[in-house]
Every structure is written in C-alpha cells, then in structure tokens.
C-alpha cells in the first residue's frame, strides 16, 4: 500500500530558528513531492515541491533535501516567524496514476 | 496563489440529506480532483476527472457520491444521502495534466457538516 509518512507530529521552534520537517514514502512509482502549508479553516496551498532528478530544491527560506535512495526528504525552514506557524503536508505524487497521496501532516508551532 | 473556487464554503445537512458542493478549477486545467480530509487531517481521494471523463474514483464515491465535470460549467460532487462519518472538509484541486510532475492547486475546501 502506498504510503507517506511524516514527523514530527507536532514542532515547536523560537523564532528564528530553523524548523526541519521529515517525510518517508514507500513506493517507488513516486516522482514528485510537493509540500503543502495548511492554516485552519483553509485549503493545503503549494509551498514548494520537488522532482525525483534533483536532490535540493530551495525556495527562499524553504529548503527541501530529497534522498532517492533512502526514500526520505525533508523541509528546512530557516529564519522561523510566527506566520509559518501551520500544518506541513508532505506528499507524493504516484507516476502512473497522478493521485497524491499524502502524509499525515506536522504541525509547527513559532514562537514569537 | 491557487484560483480554484469552491462553493459553498460551509454545508450542513441532516442525516439522510442531499450534499453538493461545486468547484470552478484554474482556468487551462483540465484535470480534477476531489479530495476529502477528515477531522485528523487525513485525505482520502475521491474521484478524478480529465475534462469530462473520470478517470478514477473509489468505492465509496462509486455507491453514494456521484460527481461531474461539465463542460462550461462547474465541477460538482453530491452525496446523495448524507451521513455523520461524511462530515469532512471536501478539498477540489486541479491540474494541467494528471501525470504525476505536475502540481496539484486546491482550493479552499467545502467543510461538510452533518448533523
């Protein structure tokens, strides 16, 4: 069964410093690994994804280091602010078939 | 910043009621996605079209949920008699393609409540 999986559950930084979010997946029909930033009441919004080539990807203060081998990736967020306090959704998305499938999100706590 | 437009943002209905949501995808995208995130924060996917043709959907929409993409029209999903484990917040995202290196844009989601 494909499976994405995330941790931490639940992240709590100072502002400032930097926030390292993890994610594993299973399935090697996995291509493409978007990450999506959740506030409440709200839908997941693109924050920054990466392709299976590539091992980095950087956007500003986000950061994603992707393993291909180990099947593992995780986002780094320098410079942490009160705003980016959220649920992180790490996903993958299936070759084949274009469904996401997603992890169970960590959600980040900045404090100010 | 995502232009996929879902409507209406809440819905509450009672046990046994008719559920339907719509969703206006990116303009130029011609795939779809319906999603449906539960209370824990877990998706479950739904159904998916390209243009006005599903391309794959799961049990549960197969029984209870019909869902459409009309052309020159809004996407719908409806759940045609609605239960309390249905209460969720139902996410449409779309696509320029469904193959898998393109980017999935949601919107914000149809939070479903029923009572």
């Known amino acids: 069964q494909q499976q994405v999986r995330q941790s931490p559950q639940s992240l709590t930084v100072w502002e400032g410093e930097t926030a390292i979010l993890n994610c594993s997946y299973e399935d090697s029909t996995f291509n493409y690994f978007p990450w999506y930033q959740q506030f409440p009441g709200e839908g997941p919004a693109l924050l920054i994804s990466i392709r299976s080539v590539s091992d980095k990807k950087e956007d500003g203060r986000f950061t994603i280091f992707f393993n291909k081998r180990e099947k593992k990736l995780s986002l780094h967020i320098t410079d942490s602010q009160p705003g980016d306090s959220a649920t992180y959704f790490c996903?993958?998305?299936?070759?084949?078939?274009?469904?996401?499938?997603f992890g169970d999100g960590t959600v980040l706590t900045v404090k100010p | 910043n995502s232009k996929v437009i879902q409507t209406p943002r809440y819905l509450v209905k009672g046990q046994g009621q008719k559920a339907k949501m719509r969703c206006i995808p990116e303009k130029g995208h011609p795939v779809v996605f319906w999603y449906q995130q539960n209370k824990n924060n877990e998706f479950k996917f739904l159904i998916n079209f390209q243009n006005q043709e599903v391309l794959q959907q799961i049990d549960m929409t197969e029984k209870r949920f019909s869902a459409e993409c009309p052309s020159n029209s809004p996407c719908s999903l409806e759940i045609q008699s609605s239960e309390a484990g249905d209460s969720a917040l139902y996410l449409c995202a779309s696509s320029l393609n469904w193959g898998g290196q393109n980017t999935l844009y949601f919107g914000a989601g149809t939070r479903l409540s029923v009572l």
């Open positions: 996903a993958a998305r299936d070759t084949n078939t274009g469904k996401l499938t």
